[in-house]
């Protein structure tokens, strides 16, 4: 039997989807306007910025841009949200590592954009291994393990879900039954809340200024 490789370590990849993966394009990177070219398929670390990070999620829409309001709901937007909620209402304030996972669950996105769930279980398994390469080269990145602890990601998942549910109802049309029964999320919409959707340059703005406070936090306690 091979070993059990350690928690948090890249798993291996099935060799049929990685030939799959080499298939897919002749390139397979993209240039980034930082100037970084990051290979999509097998992503570096030192290839990922922080600024490229908060243009593209604050430039992707959440609920395939079907929200009210001016502007669309962006990713950068429910990343900030799902970060408020582990800290404030989760009990993980004192944590700034995990409250920064919380703030880049969704990271990926920025190159792989936010694909809703009925079209996330259509793609399948490619799509799965993708993001969590990305993934796992963000967390690196900035100093996270590769893959969360299970506890982390399981409160991590609730805060998702707590913050899927308020705006699907504030935002998306519809109502709160409809949060358990069609969009089958457990947890309850947040009703002392308001979501406003906000300007792309505005929410990449507030992302950056979030990561570069929760950043500050971590290198004080590492200290």
């Known amino acids: 039997m091979a070993p059990r490789p350690p928690d948090g370590a890249p798993k291996p ?9 080499r298939a897919q394009a002749p390139r397979t990177w993209q240039r980034m306007l930082s100037g970084r070219r990051l290979n999509l398929i097998d992503p570096s670390p030192i290839d990922i910025e922080i ?7 604050s430039r992707n829409t959440r609920w395939n841009g ?4 001016a502007h669309g709901w962006s990713v950068a937007q429910h990343s900030l949200l799902v970060s408020a909620i582990v800290a404030d209402r989760l009990g993980a304030q004192a944590d700034p590592r995990l409250v920064m ?7 990926s996105e920025y190159v792989t954009h936010d694909l ?6 259509a793609v399948g398994d490619v799509f799965k291994e993708l993001e969590d390469r990305l993934m796992c080269a963000v967390h690196l990145r900035f100093g996270l393990p590769a893959r969360p602890a299970p506890e982390v990601k399981a409160l991590i ?12 109802v504030q ?17 309850k919409p947040l009703r002392d809340v308001t979501l406003v959707p ?6 990449q703005a507030r992302f950056l200024e979030a990561f570069h406070r929760l950043e500050a936090a971590m290198e004080s306690s590492s200290r």
Not at 66 to 69: A, K, L, P, S, V
Not at 174 to 184: N, Q
Not at 198 to 203: D, F, G, K, S, Y
């Open 51 to 57: 600024i490229d990070i908060a243009l593209g999620l």
């Open 66 to 69: 079907q929200t009210i309001g």
């Open 116 to 121: 809703i769930t009925p079209l996330k279980a």
């Open 198 to 203: 906000l300007p792309v340059a505005e929410a």
């Open 171 to 187: 935002l998306a049309g519809f109502t709160a039954r409809e949060v358990k029964s069609v969009l089958g999320i457990a947890e």
């Open 101 to 107: 996972t919380a703030l880049l669950h969704d990271a």
């Open 157 to 168: 998942k609730t805060a998702d879900w707590i913050a899927g549910a308020t705006e699907a």
């Open 13 to 21: 990849t099935d060799p049929a989807l990685h030939a799959r993966l």
